[in-house]
């Protein structure tokens, strides 16, 4: 029979890797992704975020206006073409084919003062036009004698400067956007930030400072660090259980079966989430590979006892409890979820099935010794003490925060560089969107156009603002000539009677303003029909939603959508227990059953207690270890319920593997990493020492 089951379990994993290898999957890596849909309200958020993440900015100091400009134009020319967009602040390119269609052009305040038919007050603004010493005119007086193109182009405001004088230095600023293919491989694009890096160092000499800036940047130094850190985690962890497996076993050859059940394991949850899903979220990879390590403990229980029969039963009570519990997240709704739970399950099924089909044709000779690690009863009731203790103290102090900001910490330097960079360009406004959609392109502009009436004491930048629509220019030339014809003769008193005519009988244009796709405005659209207007510092969204537009807060969408996450999976947590209550009171007595899950309870009760009094607020990432503390917990306890001799051991033995790998995640630089390492290594831990409380009697129904 188990040789039938090994060519089953061999055809069917080979037929999943056939199809997965020849229908390949996106591995998805914005953090985003994992917590929004695809459904056309999430892709807006993911959008308007990744419009922003994608930017490298290049500030330059120097002493001098030359150094800085020489620098710039240096940086400039070392940059790959083919890697990144070159992004001008100067909007002054296109001022000379707005000139041909000046007659239909006029900025959305004066048009309004037109429309009411307030001509004294447009007088009176054109006569401050055209005293002003400091002013500019971009019309002939005679073609343009109220200087409304003039009026026009101011309306779009200042602009971003790419040169300014701060604190007696001078600054250029360059913006880089990177290219979509670029962007879509992480390995690729740090590739490119590093060469960024070389060539800031490069140039950073003799009195002058280049400063890189941007979500790019800040993905490369931490990345970078993390790998650095990870790899030497990985090192460590490796020595540790090879150190701890020839201590115990006096034999290391162990470790060749081990490993090859756990990457089987984990290419088997690949396998299954690559054929359910469409794309693979990076974090899915880090929390099941995460939790795939608890199969360690399959492993040595088995080359403990040398007897599957004496542990089957608890080999297959822990892994059906823990495939349970991860079931529960299919129904989450939280797409993450549903992926971890996919690739966990099959994962722990797949080594679950290597060991009890494989490794009993496999002949090692080891000679274990005898740990047996308990606790006195003293020991006992101090350690229960200080678990209710800090459990019931957190909840008194228990805080939640899902600001994404929260979950990493630049470096001192790359922090000081960003709030340079904020203080040159005074870009430390907050920036939120209205997102615009019309059943055609020029419905969208009109629509824009009418949110627009609504924000005059705004900041604001819309598609409308450069390119009207072609119902508003015809409007626009009514209106100017309105005016000609009620004020242009007792105004334009400086003007020769042939100008005053030629004026009024003016026709209108026959062509108009109209949107090229090559444009620099086409970053204002995020589809079709579909437009985005800019806002600073708005903080009246009813305005936008009352006028027929969708608000969108990125950092507040973002911050309520992992709420909602987070919230799901505490909603989750007693399903999940009531779930395994039933399931471990169907296989045990309910009194084992309790002692059995009781250590979970208390490990991931206890997790959030130190939060809690060390003041870390609770995040979405902080209650999915709270999952993989259950996991972990559930294993513990089951194979100690079984009442095999040896059991204790190899619970030790898993437990003191997973633990010191997840303390040393606790000490490394990325702040949501190092939360999670710290939060799992105090969370086995409890869970190890809280299932030593109990004695579980060999008791069945």
Not at 550 to 569: A, F, G, H, M, P
Request: glycine share 4%; net charge neutral.
């Amino acid at each position: 029979m188990k040789r039938f089951l090994r060519i089953i379990f061999i055809l069917i994993f080979a037929a999943a890797a056939v199809f997965v290898f020849t229908h390949p999957v996106k591995t998805e890596t914005n953090i985003l992704r994992a917590v929004f849909s695809d459904n056309s309200a999430d892709e807006t958020v993911v959008k308007l975020s990744g419009r922003y993440s994608s930017r490298i900015n290049v500030l330059v100091e120097a002493e001098s206006s030359e150094n800085a400009s020489r620098t710039a134009l240096e940086f400039l020319n070392s940059v790959d073409k083919d890697t990144f967009y070159i992004e001008d602040f100067n909007a002054g390119k296109i001022l000379e084919t707005y000139k041909l269609y000046y007659k239909s052009l006029l900025s959305q305040h004066t048009a309004l003062l037109l429309e009411n038919r307030k001509y004294n007050e447009v007088i009176a603004e054109s006569f401050v036009r055209l005293y002003d010493p400091f002013g500019f005119m971009l019309m002939p007086l005679n073609q343009d004698p109220f200087m409304l193109f003039t009026d026009y182009v101011k309306s779009f405001g200042e602009g971003e400067p790419d040169s300014v004088i701060y604190n007696d230095k001078y600054y250029k600023i360059l913006s880089l956007e990177v290219k979509n293919d670029t962007a879509l491989s992480p390995e690729l694009l740090n590739g490119e930030i590093k060469t960024l890096t070389r060539l800031q160092s490069q140039l950073s000499k003799d009195g002058t400072e280049v400063y890189l800036t941007g979500a790019p940047v800040h993905s490369y130094y931490a990345s970078s660090k993390s790998m650095r850190e990870i790899n030497i985690i990985c090192i460590l962890s490796s020595l540790f259980v090879i150190g701890l497996c020839y201590f115990y076993f006096r034999n290391i050859k162990l470790l060749i079966p081990t490993g090859i059940s756990l990457g089987l394991g984990m290419l088997s949850g690949f396998l299954a989430a690559s054929i359910v899903f469409p794309s693979i979220h990076v974090l899915t990879f880090v929390f099941s590979t995460t939790l795939i390590g608890i199969c360690i403990d399959y492993s040595l229980h088995y080359f403990i006892e040398k007897d599957l029969s004496k542990i089957m039963k608890s080999l297959t009570v822990s892994m059906v409890t823990t495939v349970s519990a991860f079931a529960v997240l299919l129904f989450s709704g939280v797409e993450l979820l549903r992926q971890i739970s996919v690739f966990t399950m099959t994962g722990l099924f797949s080594v679950y099935s290597i060991v009890v089909l494989f490794y009993p044709l496999l002949k090692f000779n080891s000679h274990p010794r005898n740990i047996d690690f308990m606790m006195s009863e003293r020991v006992k009731k101090i350690f229960a003490l200080i678990i209710l203790a800090v459990s019931l103290g957190g909840m008194f102090f228990i805080k939640f925060n899902d600001d994404i900001r929260n979950m990493y910490v630049p470096s001192k330097k790359l922090l000081a560089s960003e709030k340079l960079f904020a203080a040159v360009t005074g870009g430390d406004k907050k920036i939120s969107f209205a997102v615009i959609e019309g059943r055609d392109f020029q419905d969208m502009l009109h629509r824009e156009e009418w949110v627009s009436r609504n924000l005059q004491d705004v900041n604001f930048q819309a598609l409308s603002k450069f390119i009207p629509s072609e119902k508003q220019q015809k409007r626009n030339f009514e209106l100017r000539k309105a005016l000609y014809k009620n004020s242009l003769k007792s105004y334009a008193a400086f003007l020769p009677e042939e100008d005053i005519k030629k004026l009024l009988s003016e026709k209108a244009p026959s062509d108009y303003v109209k949107f090229d796709k090559n444009s620099p405005f086409k970053d204002f659209l995020i589809g079709e029909n579909t437009s985005v207007m800019i806002l600073y510092d708005f903080d009246r969204p009813e305005i936008i939603t009352q006028n027929g537009g969708k608000y969108v807060d990125v950092q507040c969408d973002i911050t309520e959508r992992i709420k909602e996450c987070r919230t799901s999976c505490l909603k989750m947590l007693v399903p999940v227990f009531i779930l395994l209550l039933f399931l471990l009171s169907f296989i045990y007595k309910p009194s084992t059953a309790l002692k059995i899950l009781t250590p979970s309870i208390l490990a991931g009760a206890f997790s959030i207690g130190v939060l809690s009094l060390t003041a870390q607020p609770i995040n979405l990432f902080h209650v999915l270890a709270i999952f993989l503390i259950i996991g972990f917990g559930l294993d513990y306890s089951v194979f100690r319920a079984g009442g095999v001799k040896n059991s204790s051991d190899a619970v030790l033995l898993s437990c003191a593997t997973s633990v010191f790998s997840f303390l040393l995640l606790a000490f490394t630089s990325f702040k949501l990493i190092s939360s999670l390492g710290f939060i799992l290594s105090v969370g086995l831990s409890v869970s190890y020492l809280s299932s030593l409380l109990f004695n579980y009697p060999e008791q069945e129904k």
